[in-house]
């Protein structure tokens, strides 16, 4: 299995929420794009793990990803330990990617940012030659952080505007109503996941976007053809 790009979270649908136009796109695109979650959200407030595993699969094929799995980490305690990394590493060796999208570093859910950090260090460790015997080394390229649900500017933002319908298609609502007034019902989630994929578009000028946070500068070879308007 050799990836170009993996989505790495702790929950089912925050890929879905928070970077899933971009990997539709990228699939669109040719490139083979997979989803990791860490957790089966058996935490959750809606459904068993094995049936948000069951949906976070056919979403996968709603998403036209390449590949989809889950790690079956314990949800609401996810934990950077060894363990945890060496499983990660592990399977971004087998999976390759070119590319990974991570959960921004700050986040009121800790496993949110646990998921962040987790992803950060299991990329390193993949590299590392000695990491596993049964194992080649493999670090991605490039770390992206999905920045959606965080309160700062993003470094790009990725115009989703053709696969924005296709992402709402791919959330996983349920249709359960426990969790009463804890839990957004489907039009409120539809209607602030369009409001907020709206906000990015405009900032860049298109009608849906996702924003993405990177540590590194972004080159830029062709500064007469930058697309965005200054204001
Ligand atoms: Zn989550």
Redesign the pocket.
């Known amino acids: 299995m050799s990836l170009d790009i993996l989505a790495i979270?702790?929950?089912p649908?925050?890929i879905e929420q928070t970077c899933g136009g971009t990997l539709i796109r990228m699939a669109e695109m040719g490139y083979r794009a997979g989803a990791l979650d860490l957790t089966a959200g058996d935490m959750g407030t809606r459904g068993t793990p094995e049936l948000r595993v069951a949906e976070s699969e056919a979403a996968g094929k709603v998403m036209k990803l390449a590949w989809r799995g889950n790690l079956h980490m314990p949800d609401a305690r996810l934990e950077n330990n060894i363990m945890a990394r060496m499983t990660l590493a592990v399977k971004i060796r087998e999976l390759k990617p070119r590319v990974v999208i991570l959960p921004y570093w700050e986040a009121r859910?800790p496993?949110?940012y646990r998921a962040g950090e987790l992803g950060y260090e299991a990329c390193f460790l993949a590299g590392l030659k000695k990491l596993d015997e049964y194992s080649e080394p493999h670090r991605p390229q490039k770390i992206l952080y999905a920045s959606l649900y965080a309160d700062v500017k993003p470094s790009f933002i990725v115009d989703i505007s053709s696969q924005f319908e296709r992402r709402m298609e791919a959330l996983q609502y349920g249709e359960s109503t426990e969790g009463g007034t804890l839990f957004p019902n489907e039009a409120e989630i539809r209607d602030r996941l369009g409001a907020i994929a709206r906000f990015y578009g405009n900032q860049i000028g298109v009608q849906y976007g996702e924003p993405f946070v990177v540590k590194e500068a972004i080159r830029i070879d062709d500064v007469v053809a930058m697309p965005v308007r200054s204001i």
């Open positions: 979270a702790a929950h649908d925050d859910h496993d949110h």
